[in-house]
C-alpha cells in the first residue's frame, strides 16, 4: 500500500512588522541625535568663543582656533564684574519663588481638585484666563501695583508675581485629581481634616508633580529679563540675565567676556536639567503637562 503524504505547512515569523519597529526605533533616535546636535550649537559656540581674545574674534569670527584659547576672559568677567553678587541674587530669588510657588499652588490645585465651593467654577475661569494673557501684558498693571506697595527695587517684587502661575496650579490640580478618591475618604472617616489630608496625603504622593514645578518655576525665575530689569535700578542687585545684558556696550563690545559670563550664566541651569531631568520627564509623565 502507498501512503499518501501531505506536504508540511510552513510557519513564517511576522518579520516585516519587527523590522517596521527596529526602522522606526532607528528612525526616532537620528531624529533626536540631529536635533540634540543642532540645540548644542549655539552652546559650543558661546564655549568657544568665551575661550578666545577679543583680538582673534575681531579678526576672524568663524574659525574657532584662531588665536589660541585661554581662560582669561573668565578671570577678567569675574573680577571686574559683580557676577557673584548676581549669582547671590538670582539664587536667593529663584529659592523662594519655588518655594511660595509650590506652597500656594499646590494648595490652590489641591482645593480646585477635591474641595466643592461657591465660585469655584469662577475661579478655575480666571485661573485658565491666566493662561491666555502673556506676560507681556502684565506688566504695567503689575509696576503700578508693586510701586503703589512699595516694592520696587525690593526681591518681593520678583518673587510675588512667580507665586501665582496659572500653569503650577493645573499641575497640581492634575495631578490631585489623579488621587483614588477611596484614599481621601478613607482619611475623612478617620476624622483627619482637609490640611491633614492635603499635608499628610496628597503632597507625599505627588512629589513628582512638586519637582516639575519646582524645577520649572526656578528655570523661569532665573531667566526672567524684562521685570527684573524694569523693577531692579542698582547694578549689585540685579540677576544674572539682566546683568549679563548691561555688559553689552553698543562702542566697544568685547565678545569674550560677554560669551564668558553667558556660559557662566547657563552652567546652573544645566546643572539643575541634569540632575533632576528624571524627576522632569516623569511629572510631565504623570501630570499630563502638554
Not at 189 to 217: E, H, K, N, Q
Amino acid at each position: 500500500m502507498s501512503s499518501i503524504t501531505q506536504p508540511r505547512a510552513t510557519t513564517t515569523a511576522p518579520a516585516p512588522a519587527l523590522d517596521r519597529g527596529k526602522l522606526f526605533n532607528r528612525l526616532c533616535a537620528v531624529c533626536l541625535t540631529l536635533f540634540a546636535l543642532i540645540w548644542l550649537v549655539p552652546f559650543a559656540w558661546a564655549l568657544i568663543t568665551s575661550l578666545r581674545s577679543d583680538g582673534s574674534i575681531t579678526q576672524d569670527p568663524t574659525s574657532p582656533f584662531a588665536g589660541g584659547w585661554s581662560l582669561h576672559a573668565y578671570s577678567y568677567a569675574w573680577d571686574h564684574y559683580p557676577i557673584g553678587s548676581w549669582y547671590l541674587n538670582s539664587l536667593v530669588i529663584s529659592s523662594l519663588a519655588v518655594l511660595f510657588t509650590v506652597g500656594f499652588c499646590s494648595m490652590a490645585g489641591f482645593a480646585l481638585a477635591l474641595l466643592r465651593f461657591r465660585g469655584r467654577t469662577a475661579v478655575l475661569a480666571l485661573v485658565g484666563a491666566g493662561l491666555m494673557l502673556p506676560s507681556e501684558a502684565l506688566v504695567l498693571p503689575q509696576f503700578i501695583e508693586y510701586r503703589s506697595l512699595h516694592l520696587l527695587g525690593t526681591f518681593w517684587a520678583l518673587i510675588l508675581p512667580s507665586v501665582a502661575a496659572p500653569v503650577s496650579v493645573f499641575v497640581f490640580q492634575a495631578f490631585f485629581r489623579g488621587i483614588p478618591r477611596s484614599l481621601i475618604e478613607a482619611a475623612r472617616l478617620d476624622g483627619a481634616s482637609w490640611w491633614r489630608v492635603y499635608a499628610t496625603v496628597c503632597m507625599p504622593l505627588c512629589r513628582p508633580a512638586v519637582s516639575t514645578v519646582a524645577i520649572l518655576t526656578f528655570i523661569t525665575s532665573w531667566n526672567a529679563f524684562l521685570w527684573p530689569l524694569l523693577v531692579l535700578n542698582q547694578t549689585k542687585s540685579q540677576t544674572i540675565p539682566v546683568g549679563l545684558a548691561s555688559l553689552v556696550n553698543n562702542t566697544n563690545i568685547q565678545y569674550a567676556e560677554v560669551m564668558a559670563s553667558s556660559v557662566l550664566g547657563f552652567l546652573p541651569l544645566v546643572a539643575v536639567f541634569l540632575v533632576f531631568q528624571r524627576q522632569i520627564v516623569q511629572g510631565i509623565a504623570t501630570t499630563g503637562i502638554k
